[in-house]
């Protein structure tokens, strides 16, 4: 993947962005458990950075996929998980669907105030039984005349407690376990739609998160998107956007645990002389970048392929297993290196070795991604 000028100005802006909008208040959200989405991501809208790859006639940019992924990697840079990971799910997660397989009515209605920042969007998958095996969700949508009634419940809804519509993967029909599945958009505002109180997480704990409870649910037909009985292939190719995110969104985080690393031993004595001194801390940090600077090559190829067209499950699904274990790798072994102060809840190195173990969980367990990928291998040897 080739960086253009254009590629840098928009690394530029949003590197901007981030120092003077994000950064300063990490701490302070952190610690309050929630960032103020609206006014956030109506700030990121009017710089059109919700839309980078989105359709023009929507208020997108019309820009290719390789602009996300400098997107989701400079906002790796924000010092903590869960911000970035919550504007992935703005970006990447929730609203694909709607801009590739949605109408001109939910993409009017929906989409286009998502990428404007006036409306905060979630993704509803998981359910308390059913994480990354989606196709055993139960939440239900029968319909009544020109609506759907819903019935259900989805788990770890990231963005929950703010946002304005649901893309939600629902069972319509009687069809198999991946043919009777559709998404529709559901408006938070819905009658009968309530939420838990914020789930109280290990990590990113400045995003939030909720339960969310739909009890006859009534939400217009129009509301789907694409066609019944599509929504498991739709929501799988959601996914590939989802791990294509994620993966590069942890590679600044990783850079950011090895830099102040560095700082810090290199200013830390021991023994008479700066930690950094000792060959094994600065051989093992130099390796670790090293598998940082891996992983951008592996995703910087996915991306490319993507682009053009071509099925990505493999190294999308490669590249997600590698980011999830590597973020461990990096933010624990630098942990190490910082003895007592690495300890501290406040410290940032500390606050990624929480974030990032999500990074295993979400969007499809490591061992769901070895099984994609040992099924692809085992198709070339077909």
């Known amino acids: 993947m080739i960086l253009t000028q254009e590629h840098i100005e928009l690394k530029r802006t949003i590197a901007n962005f981030v120092d003077k909008e994000i950064n300063p208040y990490v701490d302070e959200w952190e610690k309050s458990g929630l960032f103020p989405a609206k006014a956030l991501f109506k700030k990121m809208g009017d710089l059109g950075l919700l839309g980078i790859s989105k359709p023009v006639e929507n208020g997108g940019m019309g820009l290719d996929y390789s602009f996300e992924m400098i997107a989701a990697e400079e906002f790796g840079a924000i010092r903590c998980g869960g911000i970035p990971m919550a504007i992935g799910v703005q970006t990447n997660m929730a609203t694909p669907a709607l801009a590739r397989f949605g109408s001109e009515y939910v993409r009017e209605t929906f989409l286009a105030p998502a990428i404007a920042g006036d409306m905060v969007a979630c993704i509803g998958v998981s359910e308390p039984h059913a994480g990354s095996d989606v196709a055993a969700i139960k939440t239900r949508a029968v319909k009544d005349g020109d609506d759907y009634v819903i019935n259900g419940t989805k788990m770890w809804i990231t963005n929950a407690t703010q946002a304005d519509f649901i893309c939600l993967l629902v069972n319509i029909g009687d069809e198999s376990a991946h043919k009777n599945k559709s998404l529709i958009v559901v408006p938070t505002n819905t009658p009968g739609v309530s939420f838990s109180e914020k789930l109280d997480k290990l990590g990113m704990r400045s995003s939030d998160t909720a339960q969310i409870f739909f009890d006859d649910v009534r939400v217009p037909q129009k509301n789907l998107i694409g066609r019944e009985g599509s929504g498991f292939v739709m929501q799988m190719q959601q996914f590939q956007e989802e ?140």
């Open 243 to 382: 791990r294509l995110y994620v993966a590069a969104m942890s590679i600044k985080g990783m850079e950011i645990c090895i830099d102040d690393t560095m700082v810090y031993t290199q200013e830390r004595q021991a023994f008479g002389k700066p930690l950094l001194a000792n060959q094994s801390i600065k051989f093992r940090l130099a390796e670790l970048q090293t598998e940082v600077e891996a992983l951008r090559a592996l995703t910087y190829q996915a991306s490319e392929q993507y682009i053009n067209g071509e099925d990505v499950t493999r190294l999308a699904s490669m590249a997600k297993l590698k980011s999830g274990r590597l973020a461990r790798e990096v933010s624990d072994a630098c942990l190490q290196y910082w003895g007592g102060m690495g300890f501290m809840w406040d410290n940032v190195v500390s606050r990624f070795y929480r974030d990032n173990r999500l990074g295993s969980i979400g969007g499809g367990a490591d061992e769901v991604m070895l099984s994609i990928i040992s099924k692809y291998m085992t198709a070339s040897k077909g």
